[in-house]
């Protein structure tokens, strides 16, 4: 059921469970996603932080070292280039606490699952007709 509030309570129990400085960056990665995808459900799921647009979009995660951010593997394979620098995996990408997050570039990534989605979602419903 979606949550009628702006931000799930989950999440914010989620995010309160780390250390300040960690609790800084996931607010801030967090409200990039909100920003950016302001139609997405924000909830837990795979007990993870989770945005949700005709299906899922992005969740992300937080680690001792870094925050993994979780963008599906079509949203690594769009951004291969950009994201080479970073250490991830097919659906994945890990942003490392003693560097800035790329708040562009993830902007972009979600922009990129959100169209996806809405664009799967249509083929789906032209299919159905």
């Known amino acids: 059921m979606p949550d009628s509030t702006p931000f799930s309570v989950q999440v914010d129990e989620y995010i309160m469970g780390f250390a300040p400085e960690v609790q800084t960056r996931l607010q801030a990665l967090r409200q990039m996603i909100r920003e950016t995808a302001p139609n997405a459900e924000e909830k837990i799921s795979y007990k993870m932080p989770t945005y949700a647009q005709h299906g899922n979009l992005v969740h992300f995660a937080a680690y001792q070292h870094h925050i993994g951010f979780y963008p ?43 169209k996806e989605n809405v664009e799967k979602a249509a083929t789906k419903k032209q299919k159905k007709k």
Request: hydrophobic residues 40%; proline residues 9%; without cysteine.
């Open 72 to 114: 599906a593997p079509s949203g690594i394979i769009a951004f291969q280039e950009e994201l080479s620098t970073f250490k991830g995996a097919k659906g994945s990408v890990q942003f490392p606490h003693n560097q800035p997050l790329p708040e562009e570039l993830i902007r972009r990534i979600v922009e990129f699952r959100v």
